[in-house]
Nanobody, 126 residues
Framework: HVQLVELGGGLEQAGGPLRLSCAAF????????MSWFRHSPGKEREVVAA????????YYADSVKGRFTISRDNDKNTVYLQMNSLKPEDTAIYYC???????????????????WGQGTQVTVSS
């Protein structure tokens, strides 16, 4: 049974940090791009950050560029999202996802991902 399990969400004040982790169980995703998406009420699910298979290339949404950092440890089958300088508009459910194919570079479309975590709530108070 393949699972992605996210940890690290919670309530944080604006300006503070949070670190999310996503551990994969049941198979390895070391050859696959991984991403973090988020979904807030009234909005479409959007990609926040994406990373290629070896961590050498990353993509960030404009809204988080310079504040969030995605990384991965393939030995631990885990992906991380370090979130700094949090803003109330970062409030959302955050999902990690594994791509459906072992592309060389990162992917940013939800349709390119077929394994999803259960999500973790991040709430940023002003």
């Amino acid at each position: 049974h393949v699972q992605l399990v996210e940890l690290g969400g919670g309530l944080e004040q604006a300006g503070g940090p949070l670190r999310l982790s996503c551990a994969a169980f049941g198979r390895t995703f070391s050859s696959y791009p991984m991403s973090w998406f988020r979904h807030s009420p009234g909005k479409e699910r959007e990609v926040v950050a994406a990373i290629n298979w070896n961590g050498g290339i990353a993509y960030y949404a404009d809204s988080v560029k310079g504040r969030f950092t995605i990384s991965r440890d393939n030995d631990k089958n885990t992906v991380y999202l370090q979130m700094n300088s949090l803003k109330p508009e970062d409030t959302a459910i955050y999902y990690c996802a594994a791509a459906s194919r072992p592309w060389d570079t990162f992917r940013t479309l939800t349709s390119e991902y077929n394994t999803w975590g259960q999500g973790t709530q991040v709430t940023v108070s002003s």
